[in-house]
Each structure stands twice: as structure tokens, then as C-alpha cells.
């Protein structure tokens, strides 16, 4: 039988456990309440980027056959003005392309299908490359500045300009916005700088399913 003067020792740790749980409670509430406005912030579209969902939905029934894995933009995305540099060191940004449809491609030579891919994509620049597009393709080496160049000289890709962002930073600026998973990672970018589509993993980008895919981009 419960003495009554352990009652009043049981109401107080009662008391106690109520508090706390709804400390703890009101601690959940704000995180996620904080994570909850995070998430919609990160995930908030820029309204400026619209007119490219309309270019993405006409990108849909082409994202098919060599291409099929490639993600038309569902939501309207400025791409980060990616920073890094050309062959010389001198600085360049992805707001250089403005006014310019590009394919934003990160590749390193540790990464094999980012190698098997590189002729595909110097084929397209062959093909498709204008003033009103280019293949931008950013090299993400951490050592050694002089191995991916001389990668590009010995496979004999000629007909793309050298990128590199031996930081990586590129690749954590897209992973923030959700698009760099892994690699290699490869993003359809309109004029204005807007996303048109994305994918991760690896292309033929010179088959006829791309070729018709850019196509189609430029004619926006």
C-alpha cells in the first residue's frame, strides 16, 4: 500500500515527465517547423524560369531511346552561376553563356563513364555547336591539373573547350539544388539560364535521340 507522503513525491515526478515530454514536443514542433520553412525555401522555384517549363514539357516525349533517363525540369530552376576556369586559369562563370542554350556537363578521369561519354560529347559540339549552343564541360579533378588535359589529348577530344573546377564546388553548388547525385552529371541549361532537364549517369550524346533532344531545346 502507497504511504501517503510518497503520493506527493509520485505527483511531482508526474509533473515532471509532463514537462519534459512537452519540452520535448514543443522542440519537435519547432524544428520541424524550421526544417519545414527550410525545405520550401530550398525548394521554391524562381518565377523568372517558367517560360522553361513549357520548352521542358515539349523535351518529354523526346527523352527516349539513348536518352531515356533524362529528367525534363518539373519545376522552374535558375541554375547556380557555377564558377570555374579555362585552360588558362582565367575565372568564368555559367552567366557567361547567357543568351545561349548549354549542355553543363562535370567530369573527372576517375570516373569511367564520365570518360566513355567525352567523344559523344565532343561529337555533339561537332554537330550542334553554334553560337546558340555549346557542350560546357567542367572538369572536377581535385589532383594534378595537367592528367584531364592530357586525358582529352590522347583520347583526341578537340572539339571542347576546357573547363575545370579543380575545388569541386560546381559539383556541391548542383548537389545543394538537388541535381549532382553522382557522376558524371549533366544539365540542359535554356539562354536565360533556367533548367530544362537534367540527368545523372551517362549519355550517347551524339546518337539521334540527343541530337533531336537539343534540337528541340533550341528551338524555343
Not at 14 to 36: F, H, K, P, Q
Amino acid at each position: 500500500m502507497t504511504s501517503q507522503s510518497q503520493q506527493p513525491r509520485r505527483h511531482a515526478w508526474r509533473r515532471l515527465a509532463l514537462v519534459v515530454a512537452g519540452g520535448i514536443a514543443g522542440v519537435a514542433v519547432g524544428l520541424g517547423a524550421v526544417y519545414g520553412i527550410a525545405g520550401l525555401t530550398r525548394n521554391a522555384g524562381d518565377d523568372a524560369c517558367r517560360p522553361a517549363l513549357a520548352v521542358a514539357q515539349r523535351l518529354k516525349p523526346l527523352a527516349k531511346g539513348e536518352v531515356a533517363a533524362v529528367k525534363p525540369a518539373e519545376r522552374p530552376l535558375r541554375v547556380p552561376a557555377l564558377a570555374f576556369q579555362d585552360a588558362d586559369g582565367s575565372s568564368k562563370s555559367l552567366t557567361d553563356w547567357r543568351g545561349r542554350v548549354t549542355l553543363v556537363n562535370l567530369w573527372a578521369t576517375w570516373c569511367v563513364p564520365c570518360r566513355k561519354e567525352m567523344p559523344a560529347l565532343d561529337e555533339l559540339q561537332a554537330k550542334l555547336g553554334s553560337e546558340r549552343f555549346e557542350v560546357v564541360a567542367v572538369n572536377i579533378d581535385t589532383h594534378n591539373p595537367d592528367k584531364p588535359k592530357n586525358w582529352l589529348r590522347d583520347a583526341g577530344i578537340a572539339r571542347l573547350t576546357y573547363f575545370a573546377d579543380p575545388s569541386a564546388q560546381v559539383f556541391r553548388d548542383l548537389k545543394a539544388v538537388g541535381r549532382a547525385i553522382g557522376m558524371p552529371t549533366t544539365l540542359l541549361v535554356d539562354a536565360s539560364g533556367c533548367e530544362l532537364a537534367s540527368l545523372a549517369g551517362p549519355a550517347e550524346w551524339a546518337s539521334e535521340d540527343a541530337l533531336a533532344l537539343v534540337r528541340a531545346a533550341l528551338a524555343q
